[in-house]
């Protein structure tokens, strides 16, 4: 089969419209103990943090500064735009609202990863005490690996190292990340320095609410009541904060970040930053695939494929290509960040299993998810009789998902895009951008706001 190279979404008359959807934690979040000024709470910062992005993502003007988004800031910046805020938020188990270790310690983790365009593709870093916004760090960690992993001799010796390491007491030889994918506490804060991050001591970190978690749970463990990480009647955050972002040259990013799991043991590490189990992000082409999406909103037509198929088909993918105009080939990108008990989202490699079982199946990317963190899915699979009873397999993911038809030529005729979200738990912390450009909120509700 001859190779085609295929056309960048910037060179096509079609259109990507941005699309965006954050989560906030998931676990054992129930109506029945939730408060209403509680929620008040939630939903106010959600809906201001999602529609803050959106305005960032959507710029008024054709003016932005990066000429190759062509106005728009690219998945990346979209993404971390949007967790840094959750990283502030001290509602979140992320960043400033971080749930404590079981010796009373802030261990923070966070990771990216994107459909393409970054040599590294997805990176994570883990064992933070002192990166006030790890999400940053791991940003910085995926663009300077373009600079990392390039071969020895093809770029300046005087750029080859950050800031020629910063040579203080105590200080490890981090020269750059190298090819690393992961890092961990001392050599990770140390290049967060290097790259010029705000570092903040451990006590900024402190918040009364998840001190106040972790003393009640590890009083109710000692009488014997319960686990110090999990409770029937109480949410105990064990989740973690994220965004999926499409941009507008049809790249997806996927950004987490976490305390990690209220009274882990130290030095514990989740599944945040584990490249598959807590977030994954790809893209591939083949052939047209029947019945990719699952909902109407986001397909564009242009040119004689307007006038041919958009009158006569419910959707692209429920025909077969009869001639030059008629798509014939597609590309397909999703990118998902999970949220819940990471041991389980390890024991299964989660997120990744979504993406496969969407691919090779091939199946959409929404009953991909539902396998996976659905009711009965691998995740409550993974808890066995345990389930309900410790808090394993408990979670939820959000995703975005992707499709562009192409022509023969290898240019693109059409989109259409979609956000994803389950979850199998009491509830899930979410946020998102609809067709309509309206920021949507819901804790327990799947695919629409809380009815209340």
Not at 155 to 176: E, W
Not at 177 to 194: D, N
Not at 271 to 284: Q, R
Request: glycine share 12%.
């Amino acid at each position: 089969m001859e190779y085609r190279q295929q056309q960048p979404v910037s060179d096509s008359k079609v259109k990507i419209q941005p699309r965006l959807i954050i989560h906030g934690g998931a676990g054992n979040i129930r109506r029945s103990n939730f408060p209403a000024d509680k929620y008040a709470a939630y939903r106010s910062s959600l809906l201001s943090i999602v529609s803050k992005t959106r305005d960032y993502m959507n710029p008024p003007t054709q003016s932005y500064p990066s000429e190759k988004h062509a106005g728009h800031p690219s998945a990346l910046e979209i993404a971390t735009h949007a967790v840094a805020q959750l990283e502030d938020n001290p509602l979140f188990n992320s960043g400033h609202g971080a749930v404590f270790t079981r010796d009373g310690i802030n261990e923070l983790e966070a990771s990216v990863m994107v459909s393409r365009g970054f040599k590294k593709r997805g990176v994570g870093v883990m064992g933070l005490r002192r990166v006030r916004n790890p999400i940053l760090l791991a940003r910085k960690m995926l663009e300077h690996g373009e600079q990392d992993l390039a071969p020895a001799g093809s770029v300046p010796s005087s750029s080859t190292s950050l800031l020629g390491g910063l040579g203080g007491d105590g200080d490890l030889d981090v020269p750059s990340a190298q090819g690393h994918t992961q890092l961990h506490g001392q050599t990770a804060e140390q290049l967060a320095r290097m790259y010029g991050l705000e570092m903040v001591e451990p006590s900024y970190f402190f918040t009364q609410q998840r001190w106040d978690e972790h003393v009640r749970a590890l009083e109710r463990e000692e009488k014997g009541l319960s686990s110090g990480t999990w409770h029937a009647e109480e949410y105990l955050p064990q989740g973690t904060c994220g965004a999926v972002a499409l941009d507008a040259d049809g790249v997806i990013c996927a950004a987490t970040s976490t305390g990690g799991m209220t009274n882990k043991l130290t030095g514990r590490i989740g599944d945040t930053p584990v490249v598959g189990a807590g977030f994954w992000a790809e893209e591939w082409d083949g052939q047209l695939e029947k019945l990719v999406l699952t909902t109407e909103p986001g397909v564009s037509f242009v040119g004689p494929l307007k006038g041919l198929l958009a009158d006569c088909f419910p959707t692209p993918w429920m025909y077969s290509p009869a001639n030059q105009h008629v798509p014939s080939s597609s590309t397909r990108s999703m990118g998902f960040s999970g949220t819940g008990n990471g041991d389980s989202f390890l024991r299964v490699n989660a997120v990744r299993t979504v993406a496969a079982i969407a691919r090779y199946a091939p199946a959409p990317g929404s009953k991909a998810l539902a396998k996976v963190a659905g009711q009965g899915g691998e995740l409550q699979k993974s808890a066995g009789d345990r389930w309900g009873r410790t808090g394993e397999g408990e979670g939820g993911i959000i995703g975005i998902e992707c499709v562009l038809e192409r022509d023969e030529d290898g240019g693109v005729v059409g989109v259409k895009s979609e956000v994803l979200m389950e979850y199998n738990c009491g509830g899930m912390y979410r946020a998102w951008i609809d067709d309509d450009g309206r920021a949507v909120m819901s804790i327990w509700s799947n695919g629409s706001a809380d009815e209340l």
